[in-house]
């Protein structure tokens, strides 16, 4: 379903077919090569979005919804086209596939999501000074060629540590009885340690300061066994409750949920269905919703650049799934009101958990 870029060379091409071509090139792909250096999109420069995804899409929440946006909004121009391209779990090769990605030529927008891209994307921008770049789960100031937008995720996991806790100190049947709750993280990053993960203790200790975090890391996004090994280690410990932010990993946690028999916080998107009467809490971000958005104004030409965004509770991109008759079957009445009662503070303001 997915196509990999490929740098085409022309070899044999003689003078004329090679000027016809660019020719061509220039009049009907004007793409990052071709165009002025302009502050934002404008309607009418080329239409050609690539999506690079630092990983696989398939089983990453964050990969899934982005692609899932830009694809809505490219849906709704007809001009527009896109392709996606996943760049794998080799970190380290990331930075090349994308310079060889904007070198091929073709795009005017790369679209990309998470926190290392804007280092990764930066010196590719400054190489090829006509290419933007839009970045979500991501922050980078003042760069003319770069928009970036984060999510609260202060928020989004005190909402996870919060429901986690109540299971504990509500009772409920598989959470144990120790004030612990169980992390496990695909690897360790600035935003997971300086934001996650404080903050899904936070806001644990919001329910009950004596809370302690297990914090575990796969050390990448796609070993399911791994995964599964961590979590029934960290529940032997004495954690009933784990949210797993570990990508293609997080299948092995549910499925030792389910054999084990303790719940799970999911993150990112609508997890209830996932592992039903294990799955006790979503906290999700809209980043389908943001990438369909944001790729509509690059295509409208109105998306500015070098200025990042924050969104959260309060402008509707960070919130807990509520509304899931799994969700209601799972937690008891009283838990649930206290969960509702948090959101409701978020959004009104009475709570204020900012980042930074
Ligand atoms: N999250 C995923 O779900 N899948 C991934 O493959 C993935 N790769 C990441 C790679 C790096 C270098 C970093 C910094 C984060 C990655 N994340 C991944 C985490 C993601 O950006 C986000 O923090 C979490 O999904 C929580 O919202």
């Not at 066994?225 to 299948?251: D, F």
Request: hydrophobic share 45%.
């Amino acid at each position: 379903m997915f196509t990999h870029p490929e740098i085409r060379r022309k070899t044999a091409v003689s003078f004329l077919s090679a000027a016809l071509f660019a020719a061509l090139l220039a009049l009907f792909l004007p793409s990052c090569a071709g165009k002025k250096d302009s502050p934002s999109g404008k309607a009418g420069d080329s239409q050609s979005i690539a999506v690079f995804v630092p990983g696989v899409v398939s089983g990453s929440p964050v990969y899934e919804m982005l692609v899932a946006g830009v694809e809505k909004a490219v849906a709704e121009f007809p001009s527009a086209k896109m392709q996606v391209i996943e760049a794998g779990t080799n970190q380290a090769e990331w930075g090349d596939k994308l310079t060889s990605l904007v070198s091929d030529g073709r795009w005017s927008l790369v679209i990309t999501s998470n926190p290392a891209m804007p280092e990764i994307a930066a010196p590719v921008a400054e190489r090829f000074p006509d290419c933007r770049f839009l970045i979500f789960d991501a922050y980078l100031a003042g760069n003319p060629r770069i928009a970036t937008f984060r999510y609260n995720q202060r928020e989004q996991a005190y909402l996870s540590g919060y429901m986690a806790a109540l299971a504990v100190e509500g009772g409920m049947p598989l959470a144990g009885k120790a004030k612990k709750v169980g992390l496990i993280a695909g690897q360790e990053y600035p935003a997971m340690n300086g934001i996650i993960l404080p903050g899904y203790l936070e806001g644990a200790r919001a329910v009950n300061p004596a809370f302690e975090a297990d914090f575990r890391v796969v050390g990448n996004w796609y070993d399911a066994t791994k995964g599964a090994e961590l979590a029934k280690a960290m529940h032997s410990a004495g954690a009933g409750v784990i949210m797993p932010i570990s990508g293609g990993a997080n299948q092995g946690v549910l499925a030792a949920a389910r054999d084990s028999g303790f719940y799970v916080a999911w993150f990112d998107d609508n997890g209830y269905a996932k592992a039903p009467g294990n799955v006790i809490s979503s906290s999700v971000m809209a980043q389908e919703r943001l990438a369909y958005e944001k790729t509509r104004a690059w295509l409208e030409g109105k998306l500015p650049m070098g200025v990042p965004g924050t969104v959260g509770v309060a402008e509707g991109y960070v919130d807990f799934v509520s509304d899931d008759p799994l969700w209601v079957s799972t937690v008891p009445e009283d838990l649930r009101k206290r969960m509702l009662s948090l959101v409701e503070d978020l959004r009104s303001g009475k709570l204020k958990l900012p980042v930074e």
